[in-house]
């Protein structure tokens, strides 16, 4: 039947009725990060896939261990996405280990999550290479989500700027137009919040948040900084997600620990406040 054909016989799409109502959703990402049996996973989907309603202004996508991705898109509920947790900066061929984005696009994953600060200081991935990724992974039809944050030692150093706008950020400049931007989230990461249990407070996330998306608006466009989703990520959880989720610049959280948990969907998803139309 043709879409007039369709429409006419069932009324318009909800998807794309709802694409006009939240033009700019929520983005809800978990990172589970290197945890997971395939027991422990089938029962976290499980979890997940009878946590209740996602309400429609909110995205939400799961970055799963590369070696479960292919039974989780099998099995996880349709209104949740799969993302990977890193890409390779390079394409198919000759390179043992490494996992190519057009890999990801092809099973069906549609995020990677890159420049985690766990890889930043583990892989010791530079800002250069996350932005090589990010290319790499949207040449491959995969949307990103580019974590950026400073350490402790940094922020009480004074150097937020000089570590998340000018390297984190800086990294990015020049290299993606509007129309790829419109596939990257920015995930605003203070790495002594992370697993941690010490959550930055909603007005020092709203500080960041805001300067991100100067950034954007100075060095980008103003389109691409309004358009762009900036997420939060450290110890997010069902109790402080309201707070955070209230803030004008923080547009969604990226979760560790609190993904594991139903509570990723009841507490946090749930937490967002529908968008004033
Ligand atoms: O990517 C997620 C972050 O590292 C946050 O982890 P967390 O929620 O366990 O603090």
Redesign the pocket.
Known sequence: MSTWGKYLAYGPDPAVVESYKYPKKYLI?G?W?CNGTKESVAKLVKTLNSAGPIPPWVEVVV?VPAIHIGDVLKTIRKDISVAAQDCSATGYGAFTGELAAPMLADFGVSWV?LG???RRTNQKESSELVATKTKAALDAGLSVMV?VGETLEEREAGKIDAVVLDDHMGALKGKFSDVEWAKIAI?Y?PVW????GKTASPEQAQDVHASIRGWLAANVSPAVAAATRIQY?????GANAPGLLAKPDIDGG??????LKAEFITGIAAAAPEPSL
């Open positions: 990402g990172n990060k970055g999550i985690h600060s766990e974590c995930a990461e919040a992370i697993g941690t990520g450290g110890s997010m959880k990226l979760i560790g620990g609190a993904s």
